[in-house]
């Protein structure tokens, strides 16, 4: 019973609904009662050559009566259990759905997608089912269980029902027992949905991988034996769910035979009428459900438990980045200052940043450039306040950028990743989704600047191509002038590109570049590259390695220092040359 302990906050909340709905089942459990009398009542009549017309029309009458009241007690706690229980999984799915907004970077390199989705279908469901159907199987197997061994004691014979449910309390034990093992092998079975969920999500996530490198066979062959494990650990749950049945089946006819012998023996010394008897079969038939719902009961319970604990594990999970409440309101904007003695991703020992400082002038642009894993998007992390434990300060306009709200700085800044996520809308849907009432010039304009605007026009639908899945219908570069239009679009104080020029040509480089030197006059810039065209016109330069600042200046004072940078420079600038003569060729 814990996992009504466990939703005792929604029924609380929610204690008017479901005592209407349990009113609803009083009330059929009641009129139920009625229908076996009046056919043993008939019985009797017929057996005494007594029955009329008259007589059988009143009793039909009764009998029409007690369906229509029946008809309606069903719609009445139809409408409040299970508009409860629904209501419940859609406050469930409110509240899970805005975790899953809050978390952190750590969140999700903790939980892989396949399993939360899994926690927020399946698992919900399963709980929901505990909000529907489990109160219904608790109240009911009490309710119309208790109505019906009431009228089987009053109106027929005591002794006769005591004898009937004597088998009863093996169905207690049976459960008990059942219980506490499909508790265990539901969780398993969950946890192997998971996995099975997360295999066929990145499977489909990647098939131009696995098609490119002919792997179709291999990670067929892989997901099936995850489905045959899957398989394996349900037959566990199926085989202890299907235990239920054929011991309530058992039980139930065990009182049959008590029925039939007791009642028998009773009507032979006329202590009950053969009518009396034929009713008390027709109660004992209605206590068929009551002892099913018990059964069905624990199986509810202990699967929506299992499930319950699944979900809240992933809400209690806290967010290491913390949203001041009453932190600073306004746009962020000025200079901006990085000074970080030390950083460490969670739960990894390694350094990722180590004494990394410099100052960008408001409207001024940084270049960061260094080898892969040498820190460069580390910086831009932080910068986004995607993790929030590290030792030193980051200013914005001479605050640290902890004390101001995420509403109000995140929107401040427009941030273009290498690999940026498209959304399986339209282009200008994409281009519009930072600023959902953006007028069709202010679209275009965004366009231009990012280079994007012939690109479009060679589209079928232009502006209302449909992207495809992660924008699967557009290059890489387009896919990437379309999330520079994005970020360009909020007139962000400060832009970030990670990498965001690495799939265009030398050409639309320089011409994105130019069009953000004129355009974001005044406004400050980030750019992190491999390529150093990018950054050659930057007004400073930093150059990292393994989490450390190595070289600084602009592009001549670089050069000049004979370093990293100028090794670099002068080997893509060869590289180039080399590439342009073979294209000649």
Do not use: C
């Amino acid at each position: 019973m814990s996992i009504f302990k466990k939703l005792g906050w929604y029924f609380k909340a929610e204690w008017k609904t479901y005592l209407f709905g349990l009113l609803g089942l009083l009330i059929t459990a009641l009129l139920a009662v009625i229908p076996p009398r009046m056919i043993g009542v008939i019985v009797d009549l017929i057996h005494g050559h007594q029955l009329t017309v008259r007589l059988l029309i009143t009793d039909l009458l009764i009998l029409l009566a007690a369906a229509v009241g029946q008809y309606g007690s069903r719609y009445m706690w139809r409408t409040a259990i299970w508009g409860a229980a629904a209501k419940l999984e859609k406050t469930l799915r409110q509240r899970l759905f805005g975790h899953y907004m809050t978390m952190d970077q750590t969140f999700y390199q903790k939980y892989r997608t396949g399993d939360l989705m899994a926690r927020a279908t399946n698992d919900l469901q399963a709980i929901q089912r505990v909000a529907g159907g489990g109160i219904l199987q608790f109240a009911d197997s009490i309710i119309t269980g208790g109505t019906t061994l009431i009228a089987m004691m009053t109106l027929v014979n005591w002794r006769l029902t005591l004898i009937a449910v004597l088998p009863f309390p093996l169905l207690a034990v049976m459960a008990y027992y059942l219980g506490q093992k499909i508790n265990v092998a539901f969780r398993d079975s969950q946890a192997a949905f998971s996995r099975l969920n997360n295999k066929a999500q990145e499977s489909i996530s990647g098939v131009k991988v696995i098609k490119s490198l002919g792997q179709e066979k291999e990670d067929i062959a892989d997901f099936n034996q995850q489905v045959d494990e899957t398989i394996n650990v349900n037959r566990r749950v199926n085989r202890l769910d299907a235990l239920f049945d054929p011991i309530t089946t058992l039980i139930i006819a065990l009182a049959y035979v008590a029925t039939i012998v007791m009642g028998g023996s009773l009507v032979v010394s006329h202590v009950i009428t053969i009518g009396n008897l034929v009713s008390f079969i027709t109660y004992l038939s209605m206590m068929i459900w009551p002892i099913f719902a018990v059964g069905m009961l624990f199986n509810t319970m202990e699967r929506g438990n299992a499930s319950y604990d699944r979900v809240m594990h992933l809400i209690n999970e806290q967010s290491q980045v913390v949203d001041q409440a009453q932190g600073k309101k306004e746009r962020p904007a000025g200079d901006l200052t990085f000074n970080v003695k030390q950083f460490n991703y969670p739960d990894d020992p390694q350094v990722a940043l180590k004494n990394v400082h410099f100052t960008i002038p408001a409207g001024k642009t940084l270049g960061i450039v260094g080898r892969v894993g040498a820190g460069k998007t580390t910086i831009m992390r932080l910068l986004l306040r995607q993790f929030e434990q590290y030792q030193g300060r980051i200013s914005y306009g001479d605050t640290n950028i902890l004390d101001y709200q995420l509403d109000s700085y995140l929107p401040a800044i427009g941030y273009v990743p290498q690999d940026s996520f498209l959304f399986s809308e339209s282009v200008r849907d994409n281009i519009a989704f930072a600023k959902p009432d953006a007028s069709d010039r202010e679209v275009e304009q965004a366009v231009l600047d990012a280079d994007l605007a012939s690109q479009i026009d060679q589209l079928e639908n232009g502006y209302d191509t449909l992207v495809g899945e992660e924008g699967v219908s557009l290059s890489g570069g387009q896919r990437q002038r379309v999330a520079i239009a994005r970020a360009l679009l909020i007139k962000p104080e400060l832009l970030i590109l990670d990498d965001a020029l690495s799939a265009v040509d030398a050409e639309t480089e320089s011409q994105i570049l130019g069009n953000l030197h004129r355009e974001r006059a005044g406004k400050t810039t980030i750019i992190a590259a491999h390529r150093l065209s990018s950054v050659m016109q930057a007004d400073e330069i930093i150059v990292m390695d393994h989490g450390m600042i190595t070289e600084r200046g602009n592009h001549n004072q670089l050069m000049a220092q004979g370093g990293w940078y100028q090794q670099m420079f002068q080997r893509q600038e060869l590289e180039m040359r080399v590439r342009g003569v073979k294209n000649e060729k």
